[in-house]
């Protein structure tokens, strides 16, 4: 399955919030973030790597990275590409 038609499948889903309407959706799912995934999320959403982060908060890049796969599981989204369309500055 390549990562559209995984990114398809999510937002097919029944009962997503939809993020771009809902600010309330919005707030609720960032305070499910500790708050050095908060710092990630945020270092993502500027469109860092995980590499740039794991530099910046001088930590191993694995532990960046299951930082990373919990901030994704938590926003529901697949991808930091996904996470930057949803989470964008504006929202």
């Known amino acids: 399955m390549s990562w559209i038609d995984k990114i398809r499948m999510k937002k097919s889903r029944l009962g997503q919030p939809n993020l771009y309407e809902n600010n309330g959706a919005y ?34 890049r694995s532990d960046v990275k299951a930082h990373v796969n919990s901030i994704y599981s938590k926003l529901n989204v697949i991808s930091s590409a996904e996470l930057i369309v949803k989470y964008r500055e504006d929202s």
């Open 27 to 60: 707030q609720q799912r960032l305070s499910l973030l500790t708050t050095l995934e908060y710092k990630i999320f945020m270092f993502l959403r500027e469109g860092f790597s995980t590499e740039e982060c794991s530099q910046r908060l001088n930590m191993k």
